[in-house]
């Protein structure tokens, strides 16, 4: 990696270009789904939407909106154009669950995107010395004295030109710039759990404080985890059983705990921990969380997570645990 110093260079013409003011927004929403080494980064005129899978019982994906970044543009036409080009040849059956034809999909290695975002400062929040592998910069870090002393804000244009060619990044700090060039992939079929596709049965809005209490207090010895919403006492109910013996949370609808409560069905449902566990960052970072479940059982956990661009969200969708020799319902592998 070579370090300069400079102006800017001028942007070229793009499918996609943004800027964001303060990166750091931007890295917390991305850490929240980073326990996978890739996404798949959808990009439509409103923002973009990352989407990370595991074990196809778990789909997460992170919402950001247009006004996160201080300036966002989408080439609808060009990007209408790249869709034809891809799905020329297509049967018209094999098209009627794609997407519109005004988004665009592609896959990044997610790891390596929060390590260039936090290129200054470091992933963790201290001073870094620069991105690792699957990222190449073709201008890196360069200061004068204690690398520490760089506090200030980090300004990143992101940029993206279409298929076959790189997702690039332009950081700036305290007139330090930064050009990083991240490899992307073809989107592979992807998992649908198909939340929607069925009637919602239950459905509260919590305070998050609430809700990290109960993970704190959950075995993670157990292999599953008990959720119940019920329309009498108690109303909410998480439950594990492990090593330890049993662990069980109940909640009342009360406005000090619930924002909003609704229960067309009384259900219990039982969920993979480990899976269920990997949304304690998103959790860690919202204020309140709105949860789900549909007439299968999927569960839904949708956190509201505060920025300077009013409320984002990452979204959680979780398959129920099933017998061996049951398929899970309603999901299906979309491309």
Same mark, same amino acid.
């Given at each position: ?25 931007? *890295?917390? &929403?991305?850490? /929240? ?8 980064? *959808? ?12 074990? %196809?019982? #778990?789909?997460? @994906? ?13 080439? *609808? ?13 297509? =049967?018209?059956?094999?098209? %009627? ?14 790891? +390596? ?8 400062? $470091?992933?963790? $929040? ?14 890196? #870090? ?27 990044? &332009? ?12 490899? /992307? ?5 992807? !998992? ?9 049965? @239950? %459905? ?8 990290? =209490? ?32 049993? /662990? ?18 009384? %259900?219990?449902? @039982? ?13 860690? &970072? ?7 479940? +549909?007439?299968? $059982? ?15 969200? *990452? ?6 645990? !099933? ?6 319902? $309603? ?5």
């Amino acid at each position: 990696m070579t370090a300069v110093r400079g102006t800017a260079p001028e942007p070229e013409p793009a499918l996609f270009r943004a800027k964001i003011a303060n990166v750091r927004p931007l *890295v917390n &929403m991305l850490k /929240t789904i980073s326990f996978r080494p890739r996404a798949r980064c *959808v990009i439509n005129p409103d923002g973009l939407v990352f989407t990370v899978e595991e074990s %196809q019982c #778990l789909v997460a @994906q992170a919402y950001l909106r247009a006004e996160l970044f201080s300036t966002f543009s989408y080439d *609808v036409q060009l990007a209408e154009y790249y869709r034809n080009q891809e799905q020329a040849g297509f =049967d018209a059956e094999d098209l %009627q669950d794609s997407e519109p034809r005004d988004v665009t999909q592609v896959v990044l290695p997610l790891d +390596n995107l929060i390590e260039c975002l936090t290129l200054f400062y $470091g992933p963790s $929040g201290t001073s870094s010395s620069g991105a690792q592998s699957g990222a190449h910069s073709t201008a890196s #870090l360069h200061t004068s004295g204690n690398p520490g002393d760089l506090r200030g804000a980090t300004t990143a244009v992101i940029a993206f030109n279409g298929p076959g060619t790189d997702f690039e990044l &332009m950081l700036e700090e305290r007139g330090t710039i930064s050009l990083c060039r991240l490899s /992307t992939f073809v989107p592979e079929p992807s !998992v649908d759990l198909k939340f929607s596709h069925h009637p919602t049965t @239950q %459905q509260l809005i919590i305070k998050s404080e609430w809700l990290r =209490d109960a993970f704190n207090e959950l075995d993670t010895t157990s292999e599953s985890v008990s959720i119940s919403i019920a329309s009498t006492e108690p109303h909410f109910r998480i439950s594990t059983i492990g090593e330890s013996g049993s /662990t069980d949370m109940t909640y009342s609808n009360t406005e000090r705990i619930l924002d909003s409560f609704l229960c067309n069905e009384d %259900q219990e449902n @039982q969920y993979k921990l480990s899976l269920i566990l990997k949304c304690k960052q998103a959790l860690a &970072m919202s204020d309140k969380t709105k949860i789900r479940i +549909n007439q299968r $059982g999927f569960l839904s956990f949708q956190f509201m997570i505060p920025t300077a661009a009013d409320v984002s969200f *990452v979204n959680f969708v979780f398959a129920p645990l !099933v017998s061996t020799d049951e398929p899970i319902a $309603g999901a299906t592998t979309r491309v």
